[in-house]
């Protein structure tokens, strides 16, 4: 009896394998990064929206030009099911998000640039004086970068801690045509 079942099991298994191709390509194709002319794939980052700025672990120069697609759900307010949205976000603004004449929840990026750091001679801590360019993503976008430095990426919100889920960030570069 036990070996019957079992046999049922490798059957069962033997069918799936060959469903696999299929599911395989059910992947969305925003996710997959296409092979396209001039893009090179530099890395797919996954940014969960609770934990604020993901570094990316890119440090960029202004002449480069990157191409992002996002892909996901996230949601603004775990538990409330009208906080759900996509990389556009949703039909929202508040004065308060890092891009407030976006939508809030949408998908945006920023890269920092550090000019100094020094230390308080008193209370030891690090101060850093930075400058920052925040900029759209949305489902997708082709970005000049504003200034040298690291390249984080994010959500539109300013309210991190209650957020869920994750957007997927393919990040392409453009090489260069000239
Ligand atoms: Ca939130």
Do not use: H
């Not at 799936?16 to 002319?37: H, K, M, S």
């Not at 934990?51 to 120069?61: A, C, Q």
């Not at 603004?76 to 990389?87: D, F, T, V």
């Not at 504003?146 to 957020?163: F, S, T």
Request: hydrophobic share 40%.
């Amino acid at each position: 009896m036990k070996t019957r079942k079992s046999l049922l099991y490798l059957v069962v298994f033997l069918i799936a394998l060959t469903f696999l191709p299929a599911v395989a390509q059910e992947i969305p194709p925003d996710v997959v990064p296409r092979q396209e002319e001039g893009l090179v794939l530099v890395k797919q980052v996954e940014v969960k929206a609770a934990l604020g700025w993901v570094d990316t672990g890119l440090d960029v120069r202004e002449i480069d030009r990157f191409v992002f697609r996002v892909s996901g759900t996230i949601s603004l307010q775990k538990g409330n099911p009208i906080a759900s949205c996509g990389p556009e976000g949703l039909d929202l603004q508040t004065p308060q998000q890092p891009l407030p004449d976006r939508n809030l929840g949408t998908a945006v990026g920023k890269v920092v640039k550090v000019l100094s750091v020094t230390k308080d001679e008193e209370t030891g801590e690090e101060i850093r004086e930075e400058v920052t360019s925040v900029f759209y993503l949305g489902a997708g976008a082709e970005v000049p970068m504003p200034l040298e430095g690291r390249l984080y990426l994010g959500v539109n919100d300013n309210v991190y801690a209650d957020n869920d889920g994750q957007f997927v960030v393919v990040i392409l570069k453009k090489e260069k045509t000239d």
